[in-house]
């Protein structure tokens, strides 16, 4: 199938590879975009219970500082398709948006099939040309450019924008095919790890509690005496163990452990009262309300069947009523509250992670261009990068600027 070669090939179709595509077509390029599924997009759809968190409310610095030590690798690619950017293109394509109290950013018909149809429009408007089921095989670099080899043949390239996604969600067809690929031209891969992705726990009382929702508690992943990760937010108890924002923001210091059954987890139930506080507001509700269960004055703060579920670490039955409550079992309630112990098994793994820690060593890649520093023309946006921030929208944000930066730079 060797015909003239085109200007661009982008591989994947996932929101960096949209992206790239749409802007190297604008900017008048022959453009053809490879995908192995059926349909483009696939993960976005799945995103975020398939409501699509494009972003987040805040500025540019604020998704930098998100990703910690990784965000100085983002300046150039959020310089070029910033936050505002990013609402203002699908605000653009009809797709409105709306801001929720957590800051995440969503299409108000809370539809992730209109922010897939907004950029497939774009797409065909830009005229690139995006062909389905066709995986790429192999890359081999040749003087004026590259070949690459699919089932049906094998397609020449001036330069190549590689956006295959991670190891998250397989199921999406994001398998980890990009880290061979890169790996062959001497990239160095950072071990993939699942992140974003629910922890699993030796906790037979957690079963008990699944569908319960706690909308505020701070978590923190503890080894020995040691915090390896702290976040405040929304929990879901599960029949595996934990979920819910709070839960995926700390899991990757779990999938990073070589041997999470070390690591447990300190739960606050109560963030928003210092322990001397809550031990007041024990000693004074318990004063008032003495006839009444203990597991009852607990629940107008939690759950019914979690606060017996804290009488039990607080070794206190769940039939005690509230009356002539010791100041040591209040020292026990406050601690079972405030730093409530569950030990850790693991989690549940690149099936169940939104996205990858680890990937093509950033070191190796040009973050004002997004080409690679071993190969030029040979360009790497997206996931399959050594970039994963937290949940929110800032991983999508960082698919969107660098697959937009990496078109640009690409079309020169």
Request: overall charge neutral; some cysteine; glycine content about 10%.
């Amino acid at each position: 199938m060797h015909s003239d070669p085109w200007d661009i090939v982008v591989v994947g179709a996932g929101a960096a590879g949209l992206m790239a595509a749409i802007r190297a077509a604008e900017l008048g390029r022959r453009v053809l975009l490879l995908e192995k599924n059926r349909k483009p997009g696939v993960k976005i759809l799945m995103s975020g219970g398939t409501r699509c968190n494009i972003t987040h409310a805040t500025d540019n610095r604020g998704i930098v500082e998100a990703y910690g030590t990784q965000g100085r690798f983002l300046h150039s690619a959020l310089a070029a398709f910033g936050v505002q950017d990013t609402i203002d293109f699908f605000e653009a394509e009809g797709v409105a948006t709306k801001v929720e109290e957590t800051g995440k950013i969503f299409p108000v018909s809370n539809k992730a099939l209109d922010v897939l149809n907004a950029l497939l429009a774009r797409l065909q408007r830009s005229g690139a040309h995006l062909v389905l089921e066709e995986a790429v095989q192999q890359v081999d670099a040749q003087d004026e450019g590259f070949v690459l080899t699919t089932r049906t043949g094998t397609r020449l390239a001036r330069r190549i924008i590689l956006t295959t996604g991670g190891q998250s969600y397989p199921g999406s067809g994001t398998t980890g095919d990009g880290y061979a690929l890169c790996r062959k031209f001497g990239h160095t891969i950072v071990t993939p790890q699942p992140a974003l992705v629910p922890v699993t726990v030796a906790a037979e009382w957690i079963a008990d509690l699944r569908g319960i929702t706690l909308p505020d508690v701070a978590v923190r992943v503890v080894e020995a005496d040691r915090t390896l990760a702290a976040r405040r937010g929304s929990l879901l108890f599960a029949h595996f163990g934990l979920s819910g924002p709070v839960i995926l923001d700390v899991s990757r210091a779990v999938s990073r452990h070589p041997e999470p059954r070390r690591l447990h987890l300190e739960i606050d139930l109560a963030p928003q009262r210092q322990a001397a506080e809550l031990d007041e507001w024990l000693r004074t509700e318990t004063a008032a309300e003495g006839k009444k269960l203990l597991a009852v004055v607990l629940s107008t703060l939690m759950p019914r069947r979690l606060a017996e579920a804290v009488l039990q670490a607080a070794k206190l039955p769940n039939d005690r009523r509230s009356a002539a409550l010791s100041r040591q079992e209040r020292a026990a309630l406050v601690q079972a509250c405030k730093r409530l112990t569950i030990p850790v098994t693991g989690t549940l793994g690149f099936a169940k992670a939104e996205v990858t820690a680890g990937g093509v060593a950033l070191d190796e890649v040009d973050s004002r261009s997004m080409q690679s520093k071993r190969v030029p023309g040979l360009y790497i946006a997206g996931e399959l990068l050594d970039l994963d921030g937290p949940i929110g929208g800032y991983n999508f944000q960082a698919a969107w600027s660098t697959g937009w930066l990496a078109g640009s730079k690409a079309s020169e």
